[in-house]
């Protein structure tokens, strides 16, 4: 089975210091919203919300 294209790259970015932190994929067709999750930022030293960005 072929495995269909439907995935994306995206960033996400310490919704705290603005800084683009991860990179992540994810499938588009799963998930329309724009994601936001809580991980931890290096730069801030604590665990913020991470927002998907551009
Ligand atoms: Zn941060």
């Given at each position: 089975?072929a ?12 919704s ?12 588009k ?26």
């Amino acid at each position: 089975m072929a495995a269909k294209g439907a995935r994306e790259s995206i960033i996400l970015a310490c919704s705290d210091c603005k800084r683009r932190t991860y990179t992540t994929s994810k499938n588009k067709r799963n998930n329309t919203d724009r994601l936001e999750i809580t991980k931890y930022c290096k730069f801030c030293g604590k665990r913020t919300t991470h927002k998907e960005t551009k």
